[in-house]
């Protein structure tokens, strides 16, 4: 039975992009919004450094909508059945980001199952190391339409807006959100996000990610409590939001294998004690300035957009974000990652706005530093162009 039931959550084509939980990906649903709105979550990471991806779903015309597409594992269509049965077909799925692999990689095959469904995709989607046409890359050409260029789906209901372009040099970071006019939801990938201290419920699936970073040094073992998993959490957001924070220091290999391949340590799953990983004391003082509490999410700019994507493009966020705060009766912000639903309203994007206007919507310069670093570095190669062409 447990074996059946593992089956459910296999994902065969997770070699094209490696990431954590790789072949065996466990899907939770949520409905956000009674009967209109579902979430579809797993989780991806790299070194059990996981956050959760969510797929949203939107009750539309005699039908579904699907927005940013996940592997469609048996267990992810089977979910997605059920709704089907109670509110209609799979009409259309939608790819709102032209850069996020992450967000790619499951659409040719739920477009497969859903071989009815239109599909819609930002203007400008690139491929690495090789640009190639979208039908290389499993995405059906007859019923392919992009966003704008073609028009757009469900306008009665959608209001859709663009944060970009802007030239990446090797392609182009453009994100297009979805404003659901009846529940007030704007829906995004990866622009604006909400966290809160709890460990999302994907986790209890399996807890490993956490209870493994929660640790100090490799000869801990992994012991699941309340405790660990809320510090195992605020690390893996640190992680996954700075790359490399401030407080993360990396110790001498001499010092990693002092503390590995202790007894129950042995095996796959615990990385056999390595851990390359050593946290400052008040570590804790950084995840508090991007981490609220379970009632109030902190929202801001991903970092990484901030440093990496927008140093020479903020006309262009605020020019999206004050379009975005006159949509009539902005409550909800959905993004693909962290916490969802969040309270969003213009009163949080006026504030969003003011951050930026100040400069505090720099959080954590100190933490940034890599990213602005490695910023730096690929603008001096010629990797990031000087001017944006579009």
């Not at 927005?67 to 799979?90: D, F, M, R, S, Y």
């Not at 392919?144 to 663009?162: M, N, V, Y």
């Not at 930026?356 to 310069?365: A, L, Q, T």
């Amino acid at each position: 039975m447990m074996q059946e039931h593992k089956n459910k959550m296999n994902w065969p084509w997770w070699p094209l992009f490696p990431l954590y939980p790789y072949g065996t990906k466990k899907t939770i649903n949520k409905e956000l919004v009674p009967n209109v709105i579902w979430s579809f979550e797993q989780l991806q990471g790299l070194y059990y450094v996981a956050v959760p991806i969510r797929m949203t779903v939107l009750k539309v015309d005699d039908g579904l909508m699907l927005i940013n597409p996940i592997p469609p594992t048996e267990e992810v269509i089977n979910e997605i059945k059920k709704l089907t049965a109670i509110h209609g077909q799979v009409k259309t799925i939608v790819l709102p980001t032209s850069s996020g692999l992450e967000h790619k990689i499951g659409l040719p095959a739920l477009a497969r199952y859903f071989e009815d469904a239109e599909i819609w995709l930002s203007p400008g989607q690139w491929s690495f190391p090789i640009n190639l046409p979208l039908s290389f890359i499993g995405i059906p050409k007859r019923r392919t339409r992009i966003l704008f260029e073609d028009g757009l789906p469900f306008e009665a209901l959608c209001d859709w807006s663009s944060l970009g372009p802007i030239d990446l040099g090797l392609g182009r970071f453009q994100e297009v959100s979805c404003f659901h006019k009846p529940t007030g939801s704007l829906i995004v990938t990866d622009s604006i996000i909400g966290i809160d201290e709890n460990p999302p419920d994907i986790f209890d699936h399996d807890p490993t990610p956490l209870l493994f970073h929660s640790r100090d040094r490799g000869d801990e073992q992994l012991i699941d409590t309340n405790k660990s998993r809320k510090k195992g959490w605020a690390r893996l957001v640190l992680f996954s939001i700075f790359l490399k924070p401030n407080k993360l220091k990396i110790p001498s290999i001499s010092e990693i294998y002092r503390f590995s391949f202790y007894k129950g340590l042995r095996n796959i799953k615990s990385h056999f004690g390595i851990y390359p990983f050593l946290w400052q004391e008040d570590w804790e003082k950084s995840a508090q300035k991007i981490i609220g509490k379970t009632s109030s999410p902190i929202i801001q700019i991903a970092p990484v957009l901030q440093k990496l994507i927008l140093p020479r493009s903020v006309d262009i966020l605020k020019k999206w974000l004050e379009l975005i705060k006159d949509f009539d009766g902005l409550q909800l912000l959905i993004s693909a990652h962290y916490s969802a639903p969040i309270k969003f309203t213009r009163t949080e994007c006026e504030k969003l706005i003011a951050e930026i206007d100040s400069g505090e919507w720099d959080m954590s310069k100190e933490d940034s530093e890599f990213l602005s670093i490695l910023y730096k570095r690929l603008f001096d190669l010629g990797i990031i162009p000087k001017e944006n062409k579009y």
